[in-house]
Each structure stands twice: as C-alpha cells, then as structure tokens.
C-alpha cells in the first residue's frame, strides 16, 4: 500500500506502528485538559490515511434496504442542524502491552492513552436517517432494515484491500438521544485527516473500532456488518480460547465498552520523593454511564481513598446530573503520602456500580482487548 501521502504528526507522539500508523501521547498528555488537544489524541489506522482533495465532489451514500436511495454532498449536511457533543472514543485495545506482558496476545501494542476526549461538531446520524425516511426505529423497518452500516473510502489489508467498516443496530442509529454523529468538526477545527477529514460517525459510549472515519457509504442492512472488524476482531473471548480452537462465530461484535480508568501523573516506573504524591488520571464507562467513583490505594490495593472527580477544571463532577457531559471521561487526583517503594492502584466504579476486574489474567484474551484491570503503577521512593 502507499504510505507517501500521510501528514505530518507531533513529535510527543509514541509510534507502537509506522504503517499503518498507530501512536499515542504520553500519559501526562492526557490530563494535563479535559478535551483532548488534536495534535495529542491517539492515532488508529488499518491502511494508509486517504486524501480527498475535492471537497466539494465528496459525497455520502445512503442506500440497502430503503425505497430512495440519496448522495449527499458536505454542502447538504452542513445545512443539517449541527449538534456539538464532547465524547471520549477509547480503542479497544488500550492497555493491551499490560495484558500481552502476562501471556502473549496479537495486535498493536498500547499503554493506557488510547483514548481521549474530543468536542465533536456535526450532523446527528439520526436527522440523516430520516431524510431517507426512517425514523426512531426500535424494531425492523417494512423492508427488513436491522443495521446501519458505515464504509470507509481507505483501504485495509484485512479487508483484503477493501475498505474499513463496521455496523451499529438501527435503534441506536435513529435514537436522537443516542448522540451518534456524522462529525466534520473536532475540537472546534474541520477534522484533519488523521481523524477521518472531511466526515467520520462517532458512536459515543461504543469501542473506537465502530466510529468509521473517512465515511465514503451508508447502508441499511438486515444483519450486522459482515467485514473483518465486526466478525474476526474486536470480539471478546474466554481466556481458555486460543488460536487453535477460536470460533468466531460465537461471539457478538463488542459494541459498548467497559468501565475503565488509568493513573496518568505517573510513569511505570516512577521515581518520587518521600512524602506528597498527586495522583491524577482519567476514569470513563460505556453506554452513557457515569463514574460514580474513583479509588486510589498506595498499598497495591489493601486500603483506599476517594478521589476528586471533575470533567471541568475545578468543579465537582456529579455522575449522570444534567450538568456532566454524558460521554465523556472524568478525571480525577488526590494527593496521597508515600514513604516507601510500593505500588500505587486505582479503579474506578460506574453508575451502574459495575467495577473493574482486580487482575488481567481473569479478563485475558488473545486479541488483547478491553484491559480494564484495576491500573498499578510503582514506584520507587529514592531521597
Ligand atoms: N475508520 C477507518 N475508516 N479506518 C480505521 O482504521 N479505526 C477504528 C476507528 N475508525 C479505523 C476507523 C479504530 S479501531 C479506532 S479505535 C478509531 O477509529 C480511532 O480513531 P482516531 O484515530 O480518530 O483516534
Ligand atoms: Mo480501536
């Protein structure tokens, strides 16, 4: 494939994979704002980042299972109302070094910074459905339409050289509340290429993999997306399942992700002073759920404390209130007093009191996903 064409990135960036590439900021990035800046947000890719030029010839394609299939150019969806939602997109395979460091798995490896926190500007994919008449849809539509399909214009070599996609139900789909967007704006700016210029979905509450970027088709379909990333990845296995006896028809493509958080003021391993040491990261859960709760423990998960929680600087954060953004992260910090070498734990609870798994071993899987085990950083006390 031809990678002569990628743009430029910032230097702070971690490279875990050149091409296609995959970088991430380092963790001190990720809290240092509660939206994360463009330059520092996490970087996925399959193939080569595609060049559309002609913005004015771009267009969507909305066809399948509907009477009047539709071709809508940018100039039609800026007109649409432009709804701006601050959503954390988090791969699936953030914090997959820490889980292959215990029993090997296969994919890309990551610390704990892919994710970030973005204000995504755009039309909601629910307004565009009803331009082809489907609307509010919580069953099947008249001409058996189940599943909204999304398809890239880049080119992967899992697909064989075809492009990216991947599907969400069609109740999520046509669900104003639901958020999804077709975005053009990140952070206030057109979204540049890395992020899917001119137009990507965001599927908030939902792993990375199914916010398709550079979106090319829409397709209403009756079953769930049949390509590579919906079917033979992004799934989540038992630990018994191996490469030899995995059957990937067994399970469902993971949509909503789990409950997460990781300590970001501190490398592993890092070296502090006895004494005061700031604990900050990040905490998020799928499906619109809140974080109800962090804890930190600096005796490797014996005793705990609560920390402060805020998405905006300085003010409290309140788990689903009106006032917190949905799908977004929350950060949190607490001060804690080290004396000596040990390791510093956090975790954090969700709104639905879901908690994050002690140990990776319990959660392994071969594909690496979805490690939300409870995060341990050590650290050395010198003087
Ligand atoms: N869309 C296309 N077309 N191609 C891709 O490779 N990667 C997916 C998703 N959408 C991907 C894609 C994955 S796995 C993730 S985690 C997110 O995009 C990453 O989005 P970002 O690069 O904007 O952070
Ligand atoms: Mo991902």
């Not at 010839?57 to 649409?80: A, C, H, Q, T």
């Not at 880049?154 to 697909?159: F, S, V």
């Not at 990333?229 to 789990?258: E, G, L």
């Not at 639905?352 to 050590?378: F, M």
């Given at each position: 494939?031809?990678?002569?064409?990628?743009?430029?990135?910032?230097?702070?960036?971690?490279?875990?994979?050149?091409?296609?590439?995959?970088?991430?900021?380092?963790?001190?990035?990720?809290?240092?704002?509660?939206?994360?800046?463009?330059?520092?947000?996490?970087?996925?890719?399959?193939?080569?980042?595609?060049?559309?030029?002609?913005i004015e010839r771009y267009s969507v394609s909305i066809s399948g299972l509907i009477d009047n299939p539709i071709e809508l150019f940018m100039k039609d969806i800026w007109k649409l109302p432009k709804y701006v939602v601050?959503?954390?997109?988090?791969?699936?395979?953030?914090?997959?070094?820490?889980?292959?460091?215990?029993?090997?798995?296969?994919?890309?490896?990551?610390?704990?910074?892919?994710?970030?926190?973005?204000?995504w500007g755009g039309a909601k994919l629910a307004d565009v459905l009803e331009l082809v008449g489907i609307s509010n849809f919580t069953g099947t539509t008249n001409s058996g339409g189940k599943h909204v399909e999304f398809i890239?214009?880049?080119?992967?070599?899992?697909?064989?050289?075809?492009?990216?996609?991947?599907s969400i139900p069609l109740s999520q789909a046509t669900n104003p509340e639901a958020d999804v967007l077709l975005a053009y704006d990140?952070?206030?700016?057109?979204?540049?290429?890395?992020?899917?210029?001119p137009l990507r979905v965001v599927v908030?509450?939902?792993?990375?993999?199914?916010?398709v970027?550079?979106l090319d088709s829409i397709n209403i379909i009756?079953?769930?997306?049949?390509?590579?990333?919906?079917?033979?990845?992004?799934?989540?296995?038992?630990?018994?399942?191996?490469?030899?006896?995995?059957?990937?028809?067994?399970?469902?493509?993971?949509?909503?992700?789990?409950?997460?958080?990781?300590?970001?003021?501190?490398?592993?391993?890092?070296?502090?002073?006895?004494?005061?040491?700031?604990?900050?990261?990040?905490?998020?859960?799928?499906?619109?759920?809140?974080?109800?709760?962090?804890?930190?423990?600096?005796?490797?998960?014996?005793?705990?404390?609560?920390?402060?929680?805020?998405?905006?600087?300085?003010?409290?954060?309140?788990?689903?209130?009106?006032?917190?953004?949905?799908?977004?992260?929350?950060?949190?910090?607490?001060?804690?007093?080290?004396?000596?070498?040990?390791?510093?734990?956090?975790?954090?609870?969700?709104?639905?009191?879901?908690?994050?798994?002690?140990?990776?071993?319990?959660?392994?899987?071969?594909?690496?996903?979805?490690?939300?085990?409870?995060?341990?950083?050590?650290?050395?006390?010198?003087?």
């Amino acid at each position: 494939s031809d990678y002569s064409q990628e743009p430029p990135r910032h230097p702070f960036l971690k490279i875990n994979s050149k091409q296609p590439f995959n970088a991430e900021p380092p963790r001190s990035a990720l809290v240092s704002s509660y939206v994360t800046p463009v330059d520092f947000f996490y970087k996925r890719n399959h193939g080569p980042i595609p060049v559309v030029d002609d913005i004015e010839r771009y267009s969507v394609s909305i066809s399948g299972l509907i009477d009047n299939p539709i071709e809508l150019f940018m100039k039609d969806i800026w007109k649409l109302p432009k709804y701006v939602v601050t959503a954390t997109l988090q791969c699936a395979g953030n914090r997959r070094t820490a889980m292959s460091n215990v029993k090997k798995v296969r994919g890309v490896g990551w610390d704990v910074s892919a994710i970030g926190n973005a204000v995504w500007g755009g039309a909601k994919l629910a307004d565009v459905l009803e331009l082809v008449g489907i609307s509010n849809f919580t069953g099947t539509t008249n001409s058996g339409g189940k599943h909204v399909e999304f398809i890239s214009i880049d080119k992967c070599k899992e697909e064989n050289g075809g492009p990216y996609k991947a599907s969400i139900p069609l109740s999520q789909a046509t669900n104003p509340e639901a958020d999804v967007l077709l975005a053009y704006d990140m952070n206030g700016e057109p979204l540049n290429r890395d992020h899917g210029y001119p137009l990507r979905v965001v599927v908030p509450g939902v792993i990375g993999a199914r916010s398709v970027k550079w979106l090319d088709s829409i397709n209403i379909i009756a079953e769930e997306c049949q390509g590579f990333f919906m079917q033979k990845d992004y799934k989540m296995f038992a630990p018994s399942v191996n490469w030899d006896n995995i059957n990937w028809s067994t399970r469902k493509p993971q949509m909503d992700f789990p409950v997460q958080c990781a300590i970001c003021s501190l490398e592993d391993v890092a070296a502090v002073k006895p004494g005061k040491v700031k604990v900050s990261g990040y905490a998020a859960s799928g499906g619109g759920r809140g974080i109800e709760r962090i804890d930190v423990s600096v005796d490797g998960g014996k005793t705990w404390v609560e920390t402060f929680r805020h998405q905006k600087t300085g003010v409290p954060y309140i788990a689903d209130d009106m006032s917190s953004d949905k799908w977004a992260w929350v950060l949190f910090e607490v001060i804690v007093d080290v004396s000596r070498s040990t390791e510093i734990v956090a975790k954090a609870v969700d709104s639905a009191a879901n908690v994050q798994p002690e140990n990776v071993l319990e959660i392994w899987n071969l594909r690496g996903i979805l490690n939300t085990s409870w995060h341990r950083v050590k650290v050395q006390v010198g003087h």
